[in-house]
Every structure is written in structure tokens, then in C-alpha cells.
């Protein structure tokens, strides 16, 4: 039912020259400097408009009274130099009309789904990547100096102007300032130790320079909206000077500070996004505004956002929100993580009775719900056992994926043995990327009960005298399921059916629920076995949120593997050698540790050090191949069950501008919070269809 | 009496300063802390923290320090005033976080308590007088159905009702104009388009249960001697029920009511989750949920201190009631 | 009267023994029921009160049969009836005769992809007999595992009587079964806080004093807890599942726990009753009487508050059984694979149930009825006790 869209030649090129950032491909040979400015490329074909040279023409009628009457300069002065174009997907919009939302989440998260902080945009589901409030950047040919360069006149929501010093502001008080530092953005991340260095060359001229190659800095910015999700990136110097302890006495510490200047809790802070927030209440409401200053226009030269303003309701109860849709009174909701596929046929029934459309974007996930062991538990018999392929590749035989796919996903997504997204660009560029997709796909995902047997009986797991399998020396094997007594009843219903599965073939299986709040320090200490309740949503590119390929942390398949990784370069290096890695603090391996070296994990943890430093994109590719491939052989580290479900959209119908599943250029990509839906299908184009 | 009071006064302030100890040590009881859920939120959004950024954000927190000093910086500035501030919310103080909500949740608890009792004694009373009648069948039946039925269920029942049905729009309590707006007759009309399923709610399962109590008490009274004597002095029947026999038998329902004082600002929680309506009790769940300490910590003291003058009024309303009762 | 026989004087003859019992005590000569004995004849005699007993232990026999009784086992997933409706019976035969057997049709199902539901065809011209006592799924009554059941359908098909769930299993199995442990482990929770709450509450009113005072005092701490961290904390402290530690085991230690806690409500409302007939003139004469202060406690001041008593072990029932699943999410309640009325219930909490599939909120009659029925026991306990009571 969902296919995966084709990447063809012309968009590869496309993004090659993008993310590249102007890189001419190592196989050339050229070492001179070479820049290329990316070129715009937002609209699709059939959109006649030439983006270049679009004169500000337009602007809301509720802002033209204010500037007749002379609360607001007129809308040239308003605009940046250069505005960024966004074209809506469907026509120009008409001004007017207001929003509603309900939300789940934090009554003040609608900033999540907009693009306004970002220097730079995802495009086409991550095909390519392009200038947010950045007008246009640069690399040298190692790709270790990186320039942006800002749109001149660009201004916050309360008209004075955001310029470099804003990004300096932020990386000097926020990131660097060790009283009030929350961690460096994995973005701008400090190699071997030494961070990159941010210099504002003018108001409107920023240089990163890193200590090595960072090929994927342009992807990486792209990531997140910033702002809300991820590091801020930039903040609005004058006005949060006022209340930092630095600057102002009155204050002795950071709290303040950070209240104010966070858009989603103080209402008329300055943002760079296309509404911004007047009115708020935690946990009840919040009331958005369109923001007179907003950096960007339509191809008729129009100011947006087209909607006057948006009114949000939280709403985190599931059946609540549920409510909500079908008495019309949500316009539109990407963030339906409440719902279930279950929900949607009373979803279907009401669309007459609420006005509203159901959608179906894809999430591009790389599987849903899915199963991982874990690699580093305490108990070395247990380790053995699950680090052992072929148990893994039994436990995963033994599932039948046609059953869940058609109970809990209503035959909607894809059977899968469980990787990355199916649309990431390591699955997609050409013939041998999809083959490879395909082959990891495939590894497991067959029901063959009969082949999960023997699998298990040639490893001397072996049916014992209560009828159950033992571990290969003859004592009892219970595999134990551990999940937060918090999941969602998705988790449960595979849960029963996986259960099902694998008492079929033997194994005994016991499913312990366990407070949510013990399950993490749990896990990561090794206690616990096997770990449901999460989804593989990465993307669009293997190497940009690499936790499920690499272990990187610890909440994943590998939690000491991932805290060798998280201590390095810390004090804690090298430290508490002469105790078990269980019983350091935290738990964790060491590099010379026989259970870390004698597994596969380090081979992972070497491509990929030398994967992020590649400027070479075909190279890059081939190195998170040979990861993919030490996930076949070894693993697999993970088993996954139905990927690439859809995910529920509501849009009312009298919004249009709202794209369809055929108008993405990749189906949707919903899943990885790294390409921000709604933000990248622009809803500040959304706007009434009788405002 | 005075003397009674004031010792019972005192016994408060100790009792208050007991469960300020075991309620914080309770609250941080669990493994884990707050910390473990702020670094799983960042990590879903892609901030891996490093093991430097987690000591940071554990002095930010102050979670390095021992649990006695986080107390110790909590209770020197409760008594003062300033609660602290909340972990989930952002650093928001706690004191604004609570203060939102604690006036609509008093004011939609106590009008549902009082149509809860307005019902349930006159509803328990008729039906202990009138034993094995109609009406009394269709009244047991009706309370049956409002004990068994879990009130969580009521309300999602009732909100589908209301909105396939009647077709009305349900959801929260204000619409959408009047939300940031300040207190207006027009606002708080368009709450009571709203709130009556809240109330409703509320309302049916504990009348149910309060007209049973009611119901089982006065039995008992009106089966003793007295109440055969007042009759036989030619007294009419109301007055023997009113006057005598009800009176004595409301002292369970004196301590019931007494008992209510914290419900009323915590609120039903599960009903106020299903109807998603903007009281304490769901906040205060979650802070417990996700050990944002100083805001729970916050609310059990809030809560505890009506517990405890809801027990001493009801104590004092009982010895006025009831000449029999005296207190040492 | 016989004649006395002036030339024999001898003892007069003793009189007749009289027609009934008489028991060794010297004072009274008449017929004597003990208390216990009276309360259960008066009770007996109660209309609605047999009804209540003998309802509840039909109830207990279903439900402990249950596995026996429902035609499938309550853990069969069944891909092909998922959220399927309640199987349509009818009493004509394929002939088309009425008749007493029940028929049901061959149904098919198909999963429409554009509506997201599962359509289930019935073919009316084949006809399936239900039958009494087949063969089916292996389950475990009691003690032994058996195949037969009392009645369902010989074949492929299932026979649903009220319906499947999300995931196919049958609604009339899962609810016989989860009446296992709704009705008595959590009964032995409401049992448990009752004893505690009379005793310790009628205790307090009855010293009255510092005795009172400290107890209301610990009550009131106790009653403060902050519960969700306090059940975490012991969450994370049991042991996890395995054989020897279900679901059931931790689930049972919950209640324990739980009752210990939530006795205090009942223990302030019987003190109140308590302190209005402390100085009463019955406890004065057995004051006077010596009896102990504990006895009197036990056998007369508990006693007069066996109304209340009631009325409030009858309403802590349904909280009981919705109760269990109040700590679900912090796992401590029923947790799948046990299945219980409260756990059925919380499953069936959505807006599609109500709108699409609302044989999902039958277990709610199941505890309606189940109030009801020990309600009626208890209103006819309480006139069987009350000496005033005609």
C-alpha cells in the first residue's frame, strides 16, 4: 500500500550539491576553493513563479490598519532584503480566518511544528536541504569552514533586528557560559575535544569553523525547528540581556532567563516564527498571533502566514482529542500520537457530521512497533545467549508479521526485519542501495516457525522436560519481557500477539510490567532483558541521529556499549577499571574491556567515527553499508514488525494549501522529529478557503 | 471547647511538619528522579547528553545535593511563600502553576458537592421512610447503577452523548474567545454550557453512595425507642424525621463531609482527565508521575492542610450537633 | 396430682419433664435459639435477602466454571473476528422449521481497507448447530484440563455470545474469567479494611482521650501519603514476574497493602457513631458488669454500628473491583495475561467502543450485578441483626 518514493537521478544530483555545499566530489581530484550558493528550489514543477526577485506586495489587512495608523512600519521596511519564498501547494492564499488546535502535548508546543528558528530547511522529505532565515552559505572544499550568510533587515516578532550577534549571544551565554550551559548541540559538536569555533564576520556574516571535515553541517542545521526542538541556535540578544545575571544585577540566576526567552511559556516573547504566542496558560490553552515580522512571503510577493492567528487547546487525553475532531473542532493535527490505526474508521465516519478530512502521510518509519534484547545485560549466560544470531534471527522468524500487520495496522505499512527508514538516502540513490534495503529486509521477515526451531534446537536450545526450550547447557530459559507499565495498548497488542508467536516455538516467555519511572536507570545498568514499546523512526540519512545503527547512548540496544561512548573525553574515562562494568557509575565499558572488544560494536563505533568525517557522499554511503552489513551478520540487534505505517492527518475542509499524501515528495516522512513535520510543509501557507 | 480547639490546633502544625518529612521522602522514594525523564525527553529530540551535561543539569536541579538539602531549600521557602519551581513545566514557578488552577477546581468541587448532598440526603431519607415502595425500587436501582458504574465511564459515555446526540460541543470550559479573556458574565455563561457534564458526573457517583449511607444510618435510628416515643407524644412524622431522628443519624456523614475538604481541590482526577477539564488533581498526578518534586511536594502540603482542618471542623460540627459527644 | 398413700409415705412422683429442651441453665426454663440462630432464620425468611445469597453463589459456580461454560478459551486470539459483534443466533433449522436448538450462519470476514473496518458476512443459507457439550479448545477447570465444553459450535467457527475484542478473544470467556479474581481478591481487600476500619475506628471513639487523639493524629499522616511514589517505590522493591510470583500473587499482596492503607474512612465515621453511645447505659451496665474494655468494644459497640458497617462494605465493592486497575500503570494492578472486570473495563474506555463496539461494556453489568447482589445481602444481614426489627 505505501511504496517507498524512487529518488531519481536529477534529484540525487540536486542533493549532492546541496548537502554538499558545494564540495566538488573527491574523485575529481580539485583541491582549489570552490563555492557554489545552493539555488532554491521550493517550488514544484508546475508552479510558474520565479522565486528570484519577488517584490513584498502583500500583506493582512488586520497589519495594514496597524500601519495606517502607524503602529507598524509598512511592510518593506517589515521584510528582510531578501524574503524567503515559500509556495503553497495548492494556490495563493486569501488572508484571514483563525485556527484551531487541539494539542496533546504541552499547550504551548504549536511552535514545534514551525520552521521559523532554523538557518536552514529540509525540503522534498529530506531530499534537499534549503535556506530557512539563512539566505545563502558556503564550505570550503574540506568542508571545515562553513559561512552563512543572514538576510539583511530580518527582524524579530518585535521589530528589532536579528543579526549575527543573536547567534553569538546564544552559543557565548547559552552553550559555552558553564553556569548556565545545557550541553553543545550535536550539531556543532566538539572533535577530539575541541569545539567549533562561531565568529560573526559582520551583522549579517557567520564562519563555523570545525576542527575537521564536517561534511553533513548543512543537514544537520536543517534538523529539528530549533527554538522548541533542539538547541535554540539563536536568541534574541537585547531583549534576553535584560534578564541574565551577567548583565543585569537585579538577577542571580538563569531561571528567569531562560522563562522569558522561551516562546513557548511567555507570551509576547520575541521568535522568528510565523505566529507567536499572546496568551497562555500551562496545561490549558494557548493563543497565537501572526507575527508582523515574519521573514517570509508567497510568489505573488504576499506576506505570510495567511491565518490570522491560531487558538490551541491542550488536550492530552487520547479519546478527548478524539472527540474534538469529530464535532470540527481541530483545522488541521499532524501530531496524532494519541490515535491509533483503530481509531480511524470512527474517524471516517465523522467527516460529513465535523468538516474535516482524514489524511494518511506516510511516518516513514523504519518499523513500528519492535523488539530489541539487550546487548550488554549483566548476566553472562544471558549475553551469550543474546548476542547469539541465530537465537535472534529465531526469535524473529517466529513472528508472524501478516497477523499484526492486519490487527494492529489494518494491512497498512510494509513487513519488515527492522532498519532504518525505508526512505532513507543510504536505501534509495540507486539500484545497489535499494538492493541493500531490500536484503536487510528480507533477513528475517519470513514466518517460518518450523526454521525458528531448528535455528533454536542448533544452538542447544532444546525442548526441556516442562515443555519448554533451556538454554544450551540445560538450565532454564525464561525470556523476560520487560515494559513500562506506561505503554500504549499499540505496544500491548503486538505484545500479546509477538507472545503468542514465540510460546509457539517453545520459548517461555514472561511479561513483567514495571513502573516507568525504574525502567530507564534499569536498563541502563543491565538488568533488564528485552525491550519493547518504541519505533525506529530515523531518517532521512543513516549518520544524522545514528542511535539505532550506532550504539551511541544508552536508552538503545547496547546501553554500555553507548555509555563507553557518552564518557569519552570525560573525566569518568578510564576510571573505576578494577570494577565490573556493571557496578560503575554509571554502568559502562571500557575500551579494552573483552565484552565490548569481543563483540562487533567497535567495529560499528570505527565506521562510524570515519563515516561523519567522509566528504565523499558515494563513499559515506558504502561505509553505512558495511555498518548495515555487521547489522545482518551479527545481529540482528533489533527486530522490527511492520514498517512505514501511515500516520493520521485531520484537515478540515474548509483549509486548503494542506498537502496530500501525492504531493510529498517522498509520500511523508512523519516519524523522525529531525525533518519537523508540519514545519516542512510550510503552515503558514495553509489559509481558509472562505477567509 | 476553646481549650479543645487550640490543642487541636497544635496537634496540626506537628502533624503538618510529620507529613512534610514523610511526604518528601516518599515523593523521593522512587529510583530514578526527575533528571531520568528530562534526559529521555531530550534524547527522543536528539540532545544525547554527555555524562559533563548531566552533572550540569543535576546542579541546575540541585539533584546532586542530598535529598535533606532539597527539602531543607523547599519547606524554608514554602513557609514563606515561594513553593519552588516546577521541573516539567520549565522552571515555571510553582506557585502561578497552582494558583491557575486552584480557583476553578474549588469552584466546580463545591458546586458538585453541593448538589451531590442537596440530592443524596433528602433522596436517603425518602427512601428510608418509604421501604419497599415503588419509588424506593427505581431510587435503589438508579444508586446501584451510579456505585457500579465507574464515573470514568460515565463521562465518556455522557460526552458522546452530548456531542452525537445533543450535538453539542464538548470539550474544556471555555470556548475559544473567551479563554484569555477576563472574568465577564458572558464567560462565565459560556462555562456553564460546558461544565454541567463535569458536574454531572461528579455528582452521580457520589450521590449514590451518600443517599445509601444516608439510607442505612436512619434505618438504624428510626428503629430505636426514641423515635417511638416522639411519635407516640402525637409529634407530626417530618419533624420526627427531620428533627429528631436525621440528626442522629448524620454523624458518619459529618466525617464524610469533613473528609471532602481535600477533594475539593484536588478534584475528581480520573474524570478530570477523560473531560480533560483544567483542575489540580491531573496536575498533581503527573507531578508525581514524573517526580517533579517541589510541585508535588507543594500540592501535598495544600492538600494536607484542608485534610486536616476539614478533620477538625468536622470534629466541631459533631459536638454541636451531638450534646452526647464531649471532648476531654 | 397422685394420691398420697397414707399407709406408704414415699417421696411425691417428680412432675412430668417438660416437651422441649431445656439447656443446663438453672434460672431460665424456657426453649432458647441462640442469637447466631435467630439472625439466620430471620435472614432466611428475607425474600430478597435469598435472593442476594443464592444470586451470588450462582455467580461464584459461573465463574469458577467459566472455562467450562464458554465455548472458547478466554486467551484464543482469532484473527478472522476481531472486534467481532455478538454471534447471531436464530431457532429455525436449515429446513426453516422453529425449533429449540439455536442456529448460526457460516460467516466470512473481510478487513475493508478504505473504512478501516472489519466486515463480517453472514451466509444465511448455511446454517451451523450449536451444540451441548463438544469438544474444544484445552482449558483448566479447576483442577483439570479438559477439552469439553458445555456448549459451541463443532468446526472452524466460533460461537461469541457477547462478542470479541480487539484482538478476537471471546468477551463471554473473559468475562467469566475475570470474575474469578474480581470476585474475591478484591473482596478480601474490602474484608480486610472493614475489620480494621471497625475495630481501630470504634476503638478510638471509644477511649476518646490522648487514645483518640494520637490515633486520629497517625490517621491523618497515613491518610496524606502521596500515593503514586509510595506504590512506585514498592513496585520497583517486589520481585519481578516469573513462575512462582504472578500476576495474581502480586496483584493479591497490592490489596493487602492497599487495605492497610484504606481503612482509615471507615475508622472516622464509626468513631463518630461510636462516641454517641459510649456513655449510653448499656455500655455503662457491662462497664459495671466487668467486662473488659475490649470486649465491650468487640460485642457491643461494633455491633451498633453494623448498619454502617455494611452499607460501606457493600460500596467499597465496585471501588474494589474498578480499583484494580487504578495502579496498572505503575504495574501493580491486572496486567495481561490476567484479565479481570476492572482490566476489561479500562481496555473498553474509548470512543470507538461506544460508538462501534459496545459489547465491550458488558463486564460493567457484570459489576452491577455483583453490587447489587451483596447489597441485597447486606440489607437483609443488617435487618437480620437489628433487635429492633420485626
Redesign the interface.
Known sequence: MSETKKMDRRSFLRLSALTAGGVILASCGKQEEEVITPVDETQPEDVVTEPEDVEPAGESPVLAEKVASGELPPLAERLPEVPLVLTPVNTIGKFGGRMKMAHWWHAGGMAAGMYGHSPLRWVDDGLGVEPGHVESWSANADTSVWTFNFRKGLKWSDGSPCTTADVLYWWEEMVLEPEHSTGVPSELPAIGGVLPVLTAIDEYTLEIKFPAPSPLTAKRLAMWTNGTIGFRWIAPAEYAKQFNPKFNSEYTDYVDHDIMINQQITPGCPCLTAWMMTAFTEGEFSTWERNPYYYCVDPAGNQLPYVDGVDVQASPDAQFFLLQVMQGSVSWEVYTYQLTLGDVSTLLDGQEAGNYEVRFWDTGSGTGMMYFWNHDIADPKRRELYRNPKFKGAMSLALNRADIKRIVYYDTGTETTGSMSPKAIEFNFNDEARQHYEKFRTLYVDYDPERAKEMLDEIGCTVGDNGFRTFPDGSELIVRIDIGADAAGEAIQVLEIAQKNWTDIGLQIVVNQIPPSDFGPSWRAGQLEFRTAWEVGDGPDHLLFPSWVVADESERWAPLCGALRLNAGTANEGTQLDLSPWDRTPARFDVNDPEYTESAIPQLHALYDQAIFEPDEIKRMELVWQMNEIHMTEGPYFIGTVGNTPRIIIVSKDLENVPTRDQLALGGFCNPWIIPYPAITNPETYSFKNA | MINYILRRIGYMLVTLVIIAVLGYIIIELPSGSYLEYEINRLRQQGGNLSQDQIRSLEIRYGLNDPAYVRFWKWISGFVVGDFGVSFQYQQQPVRSLIGQRLLLTIGISTFSLFLAWGIAVPVGVYSATHRYTIPDYIITVIQFLGLSIPSFLVALVLMVFAQRVLGQEVGGLFSEQYRAAPWSFAKFADMLKKVWIPILVIAFGSTAGLSRIMRANLLDVLGMQYIQTARSKGLKESKVVWKHAVKNAMHPLIMILGGSLPGIISGETVVAIVLNLPTVGPMYFQAQMNQDVYLAASFLMFLSILGLLGNLIADIVLAWVDPRIRYE | MSEINLTNPQAPEPPEKPAFEVFDDPVSDVGELSQWQLMRIRFSKNKLAMIGLIGMAVIYLIVFLGEFIAPNWYQH?N?DY?YGPPTPITFRNPEGKLGLRPYTYATTTE?N?E???FEFTPDYDQKIAVKFFVRGDTVRVLFWDTDLHLFGLEGDQRFYVLGAD???RDMFARILVGGQISSTVGLFGVALSIILGSVLGTASGFF??IVD?MM??AI??L???????????L??ALP????DFTVIHRYFLITVVLSVVGWT?LA??????V???R?ADFSQAALAAGSTDWRIILTHMVPNGA??I???G??SI?GMI?GETAL?????GI???AVSWGSL?T??????V???HPWL?IP?LA??I???LF?LIGDGL?DAV?P??I
Not at chain 3, 491518610?223 to 517505590?233: K, M, R, S, V, Y
Not at chain 3, 472516622?268 to 457513631?273: H, N, V
Not at chain 3, 481496555?347 to 470507538?352: I, L, M, P, T, Y
Open positions: 486470539q484473527r476481531i478487513l481497507t473504512t478501516f473496518k480487539g484482538l478476537g476518646g482521650g487523639d486520629q493524629r491523618e499522616v491518610g496524606a501519603f502521596p500515593q503514586i511514589p509510595l506504590w512506585a517505590a513496585a520497583a519481578p514476574i516469573s513462575q474512612g472516622r465515621q464509626l468513631r463518630a457513631k462516641m454517641a453511645y456513655n448498619s454502617h455494611i452499607v460501606i457493600a460500596l465496585p474498578l496498572s500503570f505503575l504495574g501493580l496486567l495481561p495475561p473495563l481496555d473498553a474506555q474509548q470512543v470507538r461506544v460508538v462501534q461494556l460493567a459489576v452491577v455483583t453490587v447489587l447489597s443488617r437489628d429492633y426489627s
